[in-house]
């Protein structure tokens, strides 16, 4: 097929088939069989894509428009000659127009911009530009005609509107020391530094990771949450809309939620991050959001005080709610003999034993296990894929006490990242493969759990459980691994994994542990 002819109704199919719902001598069901179906489109219909309101200041504000064809699979001959006129003349004293795609030609405030080949896009950019002396709040119009050959035609228009409101979000304090189960508010500002009254829709998201559940008690907003509420895994959000109005925030006006949100802190919870943004709808645009609606009283933007209270410099905030909480994470390896003889599977387990979830932030970790393999020792692969369900953790090379690079075979010094998280009361897996040299004399390497780059600390309780030792190919017995005096550290643990005794172990690993674990 030709690929102009693919693009053709397999965006628009279903508005086509409204059109033309059936083919000749076909009979639509529930219909009347004796009337007589539409014929197919014998040519392709038109649509132009553009912005419906354009702000603009003293600034060159780029403009693009773009458009397409669509002919529900009738197969029509491929439009050709596309002339797109951007007709400006209503801006007169409110902003100039210039063209920046060198298809277009200028004729004052009119602008012609035609395709000559097929392979050509469809889309062009112009530039607004507000007339020195047009005052804010004033508008006009610009009207975009298309046509082409063996095409409908089509129009549209764009409000012009002087001035940009430009809100920005007042900073949310963090909380600290919150009791488990307790309620948090939320309060938030808002502060219009622009030179123009917000005149559209207003809506304000808020999206949390870490454990905090929302109360669901405002009717103009919709409330999200994953397959597990109240877990920190579990994604939560709120987004609220305010109606368009004339003076919603005035420029360089203030306003704050009538009433702050309130949000319940779940028992998982360890430290809760909240991002929130401001922005201005596009008409009817839809806001997207949860699929839960408050049921109480609406939310309102109400005026308020510029003074007190920071602002962020643009849109978008964060804060966190830490609780009065701790993770105990703690770290467990064992050892497999491989197929040939020096080679070793080593799986290490970063173990959370609770109370508390611990959940990364960004994509950084909140924990990361730094292995370094004894002498004599190196790896030669891991079991990381890069999918989002593999059970294996990634090892990078550590080149640096704050520094790694992508994994690389021959080295003995890895950090195994956390790449999600960890609940309480389940572990991540990670799995090196290791060859031990000649010259091996059964020297212990280890595997230590330390808080990730992500910062959030963890509090844990209990640090002796942080590190484990462990050795590959000593010809240990349960009484000799007893005696030697070290299978448990003021550091850890110490595993023994034993190859030439596999006979007397029925080629298992013995591991000393100093207290029961939950996987």
Known sequence: MNPQRAVFGAVLAALVLALAPSAPGAVAVGGDPSATPSPLPTRAYATISADEQINVGPGAQPVTVGWMFWDGGAQVPVPTNDSLVIDARDLAGIASVRADDPRCRADGRVLTCVNKGASQGRSVEFTLRADAGAAPGAGGTITYALTADHATGATATAKVVVGTPDLVVGTVPDVTHAGIGSRVSVPLRLRNTGNLATDRRIMVRWESTGGLVFDRKFSNCAYGEGDEPGEPGSRTSVTCVFPASSD????RGT????????ATVGKRVLTAVTDYSVSLLKPREQPGGG???GTGPALTLVRASA???GFEKGAEGRFTVAADNFADLAADATAKPGRRAGEWTLDI????HGPASAYGIDDK???????VLPQGVVATGTAHVEEEDSPYGPCLLRVGSTTTAPFEAGHRHYVCTVPFGVAAGTSQLFELWV??????????????VRPGPAGIPLHDPDVSDDSIAFAFGTQATPAAAARSGDTTTAMGR???AAAAGAALLGAVVLVVRRRGRRH
């Open 248 to 251: 919603s925030v005035p420029a």
């Open 255 to 262: 306003v704050e939620l009538s009433s702050p949100l309130t």
């Open 291 to 293: 699929t839960h609606q």
């Open 307 to 309: 003074a007190g209270g």
């Open 349 to 352: 387990n970063a173990v959370n």
């Open 365 to 371: 970790p909140v924990a990361v296990v730094d292995v």
């Open 435 to 448: 060859k031990t040299a000649k010259g091996y004399d059964g020297a212990e390497g280890r595997a230590t």
């Open 494 to 496: 110490t595993l023994i």
